[in-house]
């Protein structure tokens, strides 16, 4: 396989493999090339649903998503992202994780990696942001690493800005919301393999800091957000027809440009989350 870096921060396109019928051996280069470029880009793929669920199954447990409406009709453990319709209802979720997260990050064991595959893919719109989070950790000055040292901090999926809007539009209904309650996780974690150190801190969801007064922990989750969310940690993902792209929840954050695609523009992606150990 082909691999070539897509920043000097984050990211890796790779060409000339074939996911549908991976060996043991590509499957390790695989494995070794994400825990070192953190976000992977497959290009010209033509994975079909088995073979999407049979990738993401070698990596690990897969999710079956509680917004149970938008996983696929035959394959529940694919969600589907769609702007699209059938016979008058939704194909997928159309707007989607258009704020800034980490995968699950609200539950007691968050997602290791999610695996997109892209069925329909507009001429333009619908990028995907990502920022790598052992950078944002590493460019922190030594005093404000020392602060964090044993901090914890609420994770929340339902999460209000200052402003009370939710940092999702999704409906969701009693028992799903159920399945949602609080969970702590340190606000800097390290990587179950790589043992490199993350911020595990994200806009979307991180809530507020165990332990700490409301406007002491805000101030500092506020200070942490601007730092990570800088422009220049950002890679700017603009997707082709037959990508197929992974990345790694443990320290990656993202964030999807959708909220504003034109309707006329069809876009439909099949996704696979691959779930992960609780944050130490």
């Known amino acids: 396989m082909k691999v070539t870096p897509l920043s000097s921060y984050i990211g890796a396109e790779v060409r000339d493999l074939d996911l549908e019928h991976l060996d043991d051996a590509q499957f390790e280069a695989v494995n070794q090339t994400f825990l070192q470029h953190q976000l992977l880009v497959f290009r010209d793929q033509r994975l079909s649903p088995q073979g999407q669920l049979s990738f993401g199954r070698r990596l690990g447990e897969l999710d079956i998503h509680i917004l149970r409406q938008y996983n696929h009709p035959e394959y529940p453990e694919i969600f589907v992202l769609s702007n699209q319709t059938k016979d008058g209802k939704p194909m997928g979720i159309a707007d989607g994780g258009s704020y800034w997260h980490s995968d699950f990050a609200f539950r007691e064991k968050p997602a290791k990696a999610t695996v997109l595959n892209a069925i329909t893919i507009p001429p333009e719109g619908g990028n995907t942001l990502f920022i790598n989070m052992y950078q944002t950790y590493e460019e922190l000055d030594a005093d404000t690493k020392r602060s964090l040292d044993g901090l914890q901090a609420v994770h929340r999926y339902r999460k209000k800005s200052a402003g009370g809007e939710e940092s999702t539009r999704v409906q969701m209904t009693g028992s799903q919301l159920a399945e949602t309650p609080d969970i ?20 979307g969801m991180t809530a507020e800091i165990v332990g700490w007064g409301e406007r002491e922990g805000q101030e500092l989750l506020d200070r942490l957000f601007a730092h990570c969310t800088q422009e220049k940690y950002q890679y700017v993902l603009r997707w082709s027809p037959g990508d197929v792209v992974m990345w790694d929840n443990r320290c990656v954050m993202h964030k999807a440009t959708t909220r504003n695609l034109s309707a006329q523009h069809a876009r439909t992606i099949h996704r696979v989350t691959i779930m992960g150990d609780r944050p130490l």
């Open 184 to 203: 702590a996780h340190p606000v800097v974690r390290t990587h179950p393999e790589t043992g490199r150190k993350a911020l595990y801190v994200h806009p």
